[in-house]
Every structure is written in C-alpha cells, then in structure tokens.
C-alpha cells in the first residue's frame, strides 16, 4: 500500500480531469491486481518511495496522459504495541504474512459490543466520516470463517462512521488508531440482526480482527 500523488490529463486538449498535488493530498493506493488497472500495478510494484512515472492509456477518441509520484509507502499489517487482552475472549494467532485465525472459546457470546485493542499504532485516531483501508477476516463465535480480505490478497476500504458497515464497526473502530489491530465481538444488534447473509446465519455473533492500515 502507498500513498501517490499523480495528475489525470486529457491528451486532446490538455485538461486536467483530477490532481492529488491540487488537492492537497496524496492518494492511498493498494497495489494488487484486483484494486489496480493491470499495467498501473505492473508500474508500480518494485518501485521505491521518490519513484515518478508517466503513461498515457488510449481510451477511444481521446488519449488519458498521467504522472504520478510515490510519496510514501504504508505498512500491509497492524504495526505497533502489543496489548494483553481482556480474559474469556477468543485468542488470536498470525501467520508469518499477519493473517488472524481464532481459537474459541466455550460458553454464551457477550451481549454488548466487545472492543479490544491488540495491537496499538501510532498513527491518528480514526474519525467518523473518514475512509478506512483495513486488512480483516470475519468468524462466527463458534469459530467459522465466512469472510476475509487476507483470503482476496488485497486490503479493503469502507467509509466508517457513515451507515457503510455494520453498526459494530462504526461503533468499535471509530476513535482507534491507524496501525491498530482491533479484535471486536459484535452481538447481533449490533450486526446483521435477525438476517440471514450468505453463510451467515440469523442471529449470530460475529468476531472481527481488523487491521487499520489508512484512515482519511
């Protein structure tokens, strides 16, 4: 993940459609396949911070030219101080690659909205209304996956705080800091409800680990 700053210029006329230089910010940009144009990450994978580069796509009529720079390049995975868990949560293991996996524990779910820190970063303290670039995997309280973007090989972005997610997100990720990993417990008022979604019955308890990599 990195954070670029490019122009978007018409080749026709020379108009410019976007610039993150105009706007002030740079733009946080997951390099992969599946969230990149093929050739802009084939471009960009490899390439170090200071990196400038230039490339124009045909697009019918018209011809789009762009610059971009690499300004900065952001952890893949929570970076910060570990924190020893609360007792009677489910325990968290990574892989060498910082992908979560959950050992249950016995007994009823919580009933409120469990939020822990299992990691904390240094960065800002995410705010409602921000856009969040996070690495998560998703169980059941009994331990059954149904949902991971480490499994999809690239990080996801939602709004947060907005009504985008779930209300236990909005709720448990709001006022974290970027670079934390958060372990949240979300009861079912707080998830889906008494909706069935997908492989996710009616009801459920959910147990999030999330990684908070970008906010703004």
Known sequence: ?????????????????????????????????DALVSVISDLLVGNKVGTRFA???????TT?????????????????????????????TLDDTGKPSIEPVDGDAPTELVVQPLIEGDGPAVESGQTITVQYSGWLWDGSPFDSSWDRGAPASFGIGVQQVITGWDEGLVGQKVGSQVLLVVPPDKAYGDIERDTIPAGSTLVFVVDILAAG
Do not use: C, H, Y
């Open 64 to 92: 789009a030219v762009a610059v971009g720079e690499v300004v900065g390049k952001r952890p893949s995975r929570a970076v910060g101080t570990p924190v020893e868990p609360a007792a009677g949560l489910p325990a968290i």
């Open 55 to 61: 490339f124009a796509v045909p697009a019918g009529d």
């Open 1 to 33: 993940m990195i954070d670029l700053d490019s122009v978007w210029v018409k080749g026709t006329d020379g108009t410019v459609d976007s610039s993150t230089w105009k706007n002030g910010k740079p733009e946080q940009v997951v390099v992969s396949d």
